[in-house]
Antibody
Framework: QVQMVESGGGVVRPGRSLRLSCAAS????????MHWVRQAPGKGLEWVAD????????DYADSVKGRFTISRDNSKNTLYLQMNSLRAEDTAVYYC??????????????????WGQGTQVTVSS | ELVLTQSPASVSLSPGERATLSCRAS??????LAWYQQKPGQAPRLLIY???SRANDIPARFSGGGFGTDFTLTISSLEPEDFAIYYC??????????FGGGTKVEIK
């Protein structure tokens, strides 16, 4: 069965860095675009970033552009999110999620059919 | 940026009742809309995509409809496990992918 397990979250001071990982199994990881979505405490869902199945296309929310970097290692079935210059407003549960449609760089429409359980990131002094 | 507006923000219903949730897009998104269910402490779960197609293992009491800018999610007869928050998401004009603010379905 499809499974995604996030790790790497924790408590970090403002301005510091953190790297999240998402280990995927149960599907052909190298065939699907992947996303990071976050949820601040008591708030709704906010899309953060995506990467195409082959890593050739990456997109970011304006709120994280220039600070966060998404990447993937298809040989390890793992997705990453490097988060630099963290701010208090980055505090959230971070989920990785898989695109419903595969083997397309520009996925339209894009829907997220499987999600990990999330990892908590807290930015606080 | 395309905005999705969900209404109502919350609704109180009894098990067995029908729930009708609304999602309005600020631009025409054809039928490129999904619905997710989220329970406390859990990740979202895809219910509906392409406005009306049920995802794998989703019960038939969940149905979606709409086209263009106005969409609905209907739960024909609420089961105890259906009390949760529901989000719509557009998959048409992105990046960014955008979600609605959510509708909380509470037990009356």
């Amino acid at each position: 069965q499809v499974q995604m397990v996030e790790s790497g979250g924790g408590v970090v001071r403002p301005g510091r860095s953190l790297r999240l990982s998402c280990a995927a199994s149960g599907f052909t990881f190298s065939s699907y675009g992947m996303h990071w979505v976050r949820q601040a405490p008591g708030k709704g869902l906010e899309w953060v970033a995506d990467i195409s199945y082959d890593g050739s296309k990456k997109d970011y929310a304006d709120s994280v552009k220039g600070r966060f970097t998404i990447s993937r290692d298809n040989s390890k079935n793992t997705l990453y999110l490097q988060m630099n210059s963290l701010r208090a407003e980055d505090t959230a549960v971070y989920y990785c999620a898989k695109d419903l449609l595969g083997l397309v760089v520009y996925v339209i429409p894009s829907y997220l059919d499987y999600w990990g359980q999330g990892t908590q990131v807290t930015v606080s002094s | 940026e395309l905005v999705l507006t969900q209404s109502p923000a919350s609704v109180s219903l009894s098990p067995g009742e029908r729930a009708t949730l609304s999602c309005r897009a600020s631009q025409n998104i054809r039928n490129f809309l999904a619905w997710y269910q989220q329970k406390p402490g859990q990740a979202p779960r895809l219910l509906i995509y392409d406005a009306s197609s049920r995802a794998n293992d989703i019960p038939a009491r969940f149905s979606g409809g709409g086209f263009g800018t106005d969409f609905t999610l209907t739960i024909s007869s609420l089961e105890p496990e259906d009390f949760a928050i529901y989000y719509c998401q557009q998959g048409s004009n992105w990046p960014p992918l955008t979600f609605g603010g959510g509708t909380k379905v509470e037990i009356k």
